[in-house]
């Protein structure tokens, strides 16, 4: 999470972005001059032009680890995968199909 400062009422407009289902491609700041946003692309845009004041989540080494659904390879035994992204992933890497010629 992402707050930004800038004018208090102030109206901006923003390219290139398809909002989703529910939002709209402008933002305003409150009656304060900030505006808080979760949205990746939308801090990337507006690091350019105003100031960040709050501190943003945590990334990286730090940051909250999902817990293991228990997902285990069928082949080797390997286990502790996320999700099936991540099985699939190993499945392709160390498990690669053998082509008959």
């Not at 001059?33 to 080494?61: C, D, H, S």
């Amino acid at each position: 999470m992402a707050i930004f400062q800038g004018k208090p009422n102030l109206g901006v407009m923003v390219s290139n972005y398809i909002p989703a289902a529910g939002e709209v491609p402008s933002l305003h700041f409150d009656k304060n001059g900030y505006y808080e946003t979760k949205n990746p692309f939308m801090i990337k845009r507006l690091r350019r032009k105003f100031k960040e004041v709050a501190a943003r989540e945590p990334q990286g080494l730090n940051a909250p680890t999902p817990p293991a659904t228990g997902l285990t390879c069928k082949k080797c035994g390997a286990s502790g995968f996320a999700n099936n992204g991540f099985l699939l992933a190993h499945t392709r890497k160390f498990h690669p199909k053998v082509e008959v010629k």
